[in-house]
């Protein structure tokens, strides 16, 4: 049963990802996004990660995605052109890439002792994961909380226009 | 039908890398500014598959908060690199980066 779910959301993930890569319409990469994200999910919730399963689907595939197509229709994006970027990015981008893979992969395929992951094993409850973020980590919690109080705020001040801030002066 | 009830975790690290290398490759081959930040959004989901792999490997509940503030963390840089999108449109009225060069030499 995991090995059918993960194979399956495995092939979701990459097929997304992939789309993602060969669709030239923004809004169809978000798309594409949304099922990647989706897919990752579920994973997590194969590897017993029950509380960042549901913070991905509302945090990524439902807030971030959301900003995301909110954008692309703001700003009336269309089309990409296809032009292959600089010469540069061609001949040492793409084989920099592969040999990035194939590197990882040789790492990952050497680890010894990495052990297996089976249904409904050691299942990491919220309960466990909030007992130590509000009691260890509650300083870096309550930094991160300033954080996207300082994003929003920096967010506002770039996206808004002058002719706003014109008309809001007058 | 007899299936290994278990899945090696190599192949959820596998998996981490094919997506961010498949991220990485979309940062090149793009040329809408959107979808290159897409691309960023989808290597840092890698890199969090991977945070919980080997959070699940070593039993340690501290990989996963770890996932948890770069979700926070992603979410930020979203808003404020969607905002610089929106800047960097109204100034130059497209989202194409070949087009986008004042400070390319």
């Known amino acids: ?170 | 039908m007899i299936l290994p009830q278990d899945v090696p975790l190599t192949w959820y690290l596998l998996l981490s890398a094919a997506l961010f290398s498949l991220g990485v490759v979309g940062f090149l081959i793009k040329r809408n500014l959107i979808t290159v930040f897409m691309s960023i959004e989808l290597m840092l989901n890698a890199v969090n598959l991977s945070f919980v792999t080997f959070a699940h490997q070593w039993h340690a509940v501290k990989g996963q908060i770890f996932v948890f503030f770069v979700m926070m963390v992603a979410a930020a840089e979203a808003a404020v690199g969607l905002a610089i999108i929106i800047a960097v449109f109204r100034a130059r009225s497209t989202l194409a980066v070949d087009r986008i060069d004042l400070m390319k030499l």
């Open chain 1, 1 to 170: 049963m995991h090995l059918i779910l993960f194979f399956l959301f495995a092939g979701f993930c990459l097929a997304g990802a992939i789309n993602l890569l060969l669709q030239s319409h923004p809004i169809n990469s978000a798309l594409s996004l949304v099922v990647v994200m989706t897919s990752l999910a579920v994973l997590y919730l194969l590897l017993g990660a029950e509380f960042l399963a549901a913070a991905q689907v509302i945090v990524y595939a439902g807030a971030i995605m959301v900003l995301f197509t909110f954008v692309v229709m703001l700003l009336n994006a269309g089309r990409e052109e296809r032009t292959m970027g600089s010469r540069s990015a061609r001949v040492i981008g793409f084989p920099a890439v592969a040999a990035l893979l194939a590197m990882l992969a040789t790492v990952i395929l050497h680890t010894q002792g990495l052990g297996s992951a089976t249904l409904s094993q050691d299942i990491t409850s919220t309960d466990d994961l909030s007992r130590v973020l509000f009691h260890e980590l509650l300083l870096p919690f309550e930094v991160t909380s300033v954080l996207i109080l300082i994003a929003i705020l920096g967010a506002v001040a770039l996206a808004r226009s002058d002719d706003g801030e014109r008309t809001a002066s007058k």
